[in-house]
């Protein structure tokens, strides 16, 4: 809001228009313009900014960039309980797991890990809804290059639709996802490292 005030002042000046004049021309009081172009306007309405930004001549714009996971909402959540209940209790879980880069933003929705013949990890990837797969791979891919150790389990929730998502991309996605839930199940219940990435449906 500093930035944003800064450069409506800026704009403002620039153009030779006084505080009071665009408090006029948009039917707010002096004050309203003086707070807004000091950063202490603490919930601006979008429409009031927008049209503050064409008074003094700027184009007023917003988007969106992907800066981390988003939230896990309580489905989410039970299916990976339902995961957690089913692996060797000798097991470590930990759940939204960083990834290592510094400032990065991103973690995995659980990690578990293992010591036996050695250390070990799998990362979780878990997913209420299929919707879009191919975004969900490119997602998975990007963290497995900056986060390449160990393997990695595409959690699914076991609903129709999903069922029908599978049916129809599971073979496009048996390069990066070779197992499948019996295969990685059998290794997470005896406490063993699954033999590579996977998809579990639960």
């Given amino acids: 809001m500093r930035?944003?005030?800064?450069?409506?002042?800026?704009?403002?000046?620039?153009?030779?228009?006084?505080?009071?004049?665009?408090?006029?021309?948009?039917?707010?009081?002096?004050?309203?313009?003086?707070?807004?172009?000091?950063?202490?306007?603490?919930?601006?309405?979008?429409?009031?900014?927008?049209?503050?930004?064409?008074?003094?001549?700027?184009?007023?714009?917003?988007?969106?960039?992907?800066?981390?996971?988003?939230?896990?909402?309580?489905?989410?959540?039970?299916?990976?309980?339902?995961?957690?209940?089913?692996?060797?209790?000798?097991?470590r879980w930990r759940t939204e797991v960083p990834l290592p880069e510094i400032g990065d933003l991103r973690a995995w929705d659980a990690v578990i890990s293992g010591s036996i013949p050695h250390a070990w990890r799998v990362r979780i990837e878990a997913e209420t809804k299929l919707s879009d797969v191919q975004a969900l791979t490119r997602k998975i891919t990007l963290k497995i290059r900056d986060d390449p150790d160990g393997q990695v389990i595409l959690l699914v929730s076991d609903t129709a639709g999903n069922r029908r998502a599978l049916r129809a991309w599971r073979e496009s996605l048996r390069d990066l996802f070779p197992l499948d839930t019996r295969q990685v199940l059998a290794a997470l219940r005896e406490g063993r490292q699954p033999a590579g990435n996977g998809i579990v449906v639960l």
């Fill in 3 to 91: 930035r944003l005030g800064d450069d409506v002042r800026t704009a403002r000046i620039s153009a030779g228009i006084s505080q009071r004049t665009v408090a006029r021309a948009l039917g707010v009081s002096h004050s309203a313009i003086y707070r807004f172009e000091r950063g202490l306007t603490r919930k601006p309405v979008l429409e009031f900014v927008g049209a503050l930004c064409a008074v003094v001549g700027l184009d007023f714009s917003i988007k969106t960039y992907p800066a981390g996971d988003a939230l896990r909402d309580r489905a989410q959540l039970e299916l990976l309980e339902r995961l957690r209940a089913l692996i060797h209790r000798a097991l």
